[in-house]
């Protein structure tokens, strides 16, 4: 009986440690890694090969016979998709897109290195060249349908593109200029709102780029333009004022100085008519001398020097005189007097 119990004891203990390795979680990933290493890998023949294809091709595309070189980076890609010598293959192989205008192509064929080698050596090569494909589409560049029919133009397009590059190198050189091209074609849609996203992330995220001070005065003219008017809310004359301002107090070597305080003179005045108008509706129509006065008083301190501000001191005077305004119904109340 003891001998049974034994043998007993001893399968299920061979039978526990079968199932140890086989139900581990920790030995799965083990081996799932050791398998991935080795998928992800390639050897040193494949290296070797296509290492002396890639130099060929290079000789071919130096001697002009490009289509016979892109068939050989082709070749490469789908042949030795995992060696160093594929990032060079698909590099090249955009590049001859490019020369083709085929920019959305080229550009994806490039966003590829980016997945596929991250530790490429030439990744500034590629931010550039991806850079150079926004750019001709931001530009008007089209492609050919048929290789004949002109294609349309596609501004959508090359602001994704920016967008991607400014995600695939949020601290190169190349994200502020992208977010400058996102504002400047959002522009050309006329898309303030993204103009004025492209921007505020320019200024917030590289303070110290070379393009601040254009993203600056680029904010402020892209909210001037949306104001309509004295007569109209006054949030986007705030904004513009306040960018206006922000240009002067931190750029003051700038070149521009000149026109932004003149433009900042002009939304200063839109926003004291505002106020100004404000006033005359408390004075001719509502009989509230003291809201009156407050308005244009605010008037004057917006903008003192302004022609609106001269017109609220001449209303603060009548006031401070006793003079009623002359309305349309105390121009009637006197005509019925008069009867």
Known sequence: ?????????????????????????????????????????????????????????????????????????????KKYPLTAASGDARFLHGQILMGKGQWTKAFDNLQEIIFKHPNYENFNL????QFDCGTALMEGARGRILWIIPGFKQPDQATRQFEQIVRNAPYSDFAPLALMNIAIASGQRR??????????????????????????YNMAQT?????????????????????????????????????????????????????????DFFYNYRSNNSGALAFYNETITIAPESEAAKEARARIADIKAGIQPTTGASILRKLLLAD
């Open 1 to 77: 009986m003891q001998n049974t119990t034994s043998k007993i004891l001893v399968f299920w203990l061979l039978l526990a440690t079968s199932l140890h390795a086989q139900l581990n979680p920790l030995e799965w990933f083990d081996r799932e890694d050791e398998n991935l290493m080795e998928l992800n890998i390639a050897s040193a023949a494949q290296e070797s090969e296509a290492t002396a294809l890639l130099e060929t091709a290079k000789a071919k595309l130096a001697a002009g016979n490009t289509g016979s070189a892109d068939r050989s980076f082709k070749k490469i890609l």
């Open 126 to 129: 590629v931010l550039s060249a």
């Open 191 to 216: 898309r303030p709102e993204d103009a004025i996203d492209a921007l505020d992330r320019l200024i917030n995220y590289y303070p110290q780029s070379i393009l601040a001070p254009d993203a600056y």
């Open 223 to 279: 909210y001037s333009n949306l104001v309509s008017g004295a007569e109209y809310d006054q949030g986007s004359t705030r904004q513009a004022i306040s960018y206006y301002e922000d240009f002067l107090i931190l750029f003051p070597q700038s070149s521009h100085l000149g026109q932004v305080e003149s433009n900042l003179i002009q939304m200063e005045d839109v926003l004291a008519r505002s106020r100004l108008n404000l006033g």
